[in-house]
């Protein structure tokens, strides 16, 4: 007994010094992280524990949640025998009635990650470990190849907007026939005048002047910010529960994006309609998102609610796309350095490296987990991690975070 006890204590013993041993190397690589443009003072880190595995629950409260997406996974394939990833472990959580960004550049996979909702990728291979929309689970829908099913998640459940209203209208049929197709299942309505009334007095409430008109009008006739405003009427129409607006005014000229982009508000407030809403311009997600998702080469790779992303950036790229936003009394533009990465060809480490005035050494051989920075705040950077360097954001970037902490505290 005496021996067996004895053995028993040395097993434990070598245990502990194996896991000694590999914390103390992985504490010496990260030690010898170089690099230049590392000075001064770090932001503060609040936790600095990696989350490798987070439960996202804590950007949302169960009662409250509506969209529940987790570890999402979208590749295409290319050639025989091999697959890209393009979206790699994405994780979205919306409440309702909520307004949520999404933003990066072009390529980043905001727009690929949110049509898998909907299935409107074509030849995407999609996997997640949850994909939920209120009480409805949508994961089976990912193995069926049964078009019909998804038929009573679009537009129904899931309405989209796109880039350009002239995908979404046809410009043979009058708006009026469009827009009573849209809501041709609904049997909430007894006969078709109904249904009109219904429509034309939405035409009004988004702002269509002479709604009766332009109900019987071909799209050649109005407006690209009309047809805009038709096509997120005829999306509404349906009262789903959540909306994709997917760089909805992009195609528009700056002078009505405003107004159309107000009418992102006016939903979620008069409709109750969760908002899911598409941008590479950091500035207009600002306006009225409530919480908002950084992507970079299909990784989420910083998340907090508005007031802190704008006031409390913890990502280089974030710092980067801020940086961008322009200002009038500017003589130049503030480019990002660098293109964004060939997805078919990612390098080892994180993507973002080349680009990243701040890169690391560490950063061309590993990309960073998720760290906590606050409640419901996360960055994936090695900059959070304790052991590595302190860093000086650029002046110009700090006299930016100040007017915006005018703006948003």
Not at 31 to 50: D, G, M, Y
Request: glycine content about 4%.
């Amino acid at each position: 007994m005496v021996n067996q006890e004895q053995n028993k204590d040395q097993v434990s013993q070598t245990k502990v010094k194996k896991e000694t041993t590999k914390l103390a190397g992985l504490k010496q690589k990260l030690n010898k992280i170089t690099q230049v443009n590392l000075k001064s003072e770090a932001p503060q880190v609040v936790s600095s524990e990696p989350q490798d595995n987070l439960n996202w629950k804590d950007a949302t409260t169960k009662s409250n949640l509506l969209l529940d997406v987790q570890d999402l996974w979208i590749s295409f394939k290319k050639g025989r025998n091999r697959l890209i990833n393009i979206i790699r472990g994405v994780d979205i959580s919306v409440d309702k009635a909520q307004i949520v960004g999404l933003v990066g550049e072009s390529g980043s996979g905001k727009s690929v990650s949110s049509k898998s909702l909907l299935n409107i990728n074509e030849g995407a291979i999609v996997s997640a470990k949850k994909m939920s929309l209120a009480k409805l689970d949508m994961l089976p829908l990912l193995k069926t190849k049964k078009d019909s099913q998804w038929s009573k998640i679009r537009g129904h459940q899931i309405g989209y907007i796109p880039q350009d209203p002239l995908t979404s209208l046809n410009p043979t049929r009058k708006i009026g026939k469009q827009l009573l197709d849209a809501i041709k299942h609904d049997k909430s309505f007894k006969t078709k005048k109904e249904k009109i009334d219904y429509l034309i007095n939405l035409l009004k409430s988004f702002g269509i002047r002479d709604a009766e008109k332009r109900f019987y009008s071909y799209p050649h006739a109005l407006s690209g910010g009309q047809k805009q405003r038709i096509v997120i009427a005829m999306v509404v129409a349906m009262k789903p529960k959540l909306i994709i607006a997917d760089e909805p005014t992009t195609a528009l000229d700056p002078t009505v994006q405003a107004s159309v982009l107000a009418l992102f508000e006016q939903i979620r407030k008069d409709y109750n309609i969760s908002i899911i809403f598409i941008s590479h311009n950091i500035s207009v997600v600002a306006k009225f998102c409530d919480y908002i998702y950084v992507m970079y080469a299909g990784r989420i790779v910083e998340k907090a609610p508005k007031n802190v992303l704008f006031t409390n950036p913890r990502h280089p790229y974030t710092w980067a796309l801020l940086q961008s936003i322009p200002e009038d009394k500017e003589k130049s533009l503030y480019n990002i350095k660098g293109t964004p990465p060939d997805m078919a060809n990612l390098h080892v480490g994180d993507p973002f490296a080349p680009r990243n005035d701040y890169a690391m050494a560490i950063d061309f051989k590993k990309e960073a987990p998720l760290f906590k920075v606050a409640s419901k705040h996360y960055a994936a950077t090695w900059l959070l991690h304790p052991d590595a360097p302190q860093v000086d954001i650029p002046e110009k970037l700090k006299e930016r975070l100040e007017v915006l902490k005018k703006v948003f505290q």
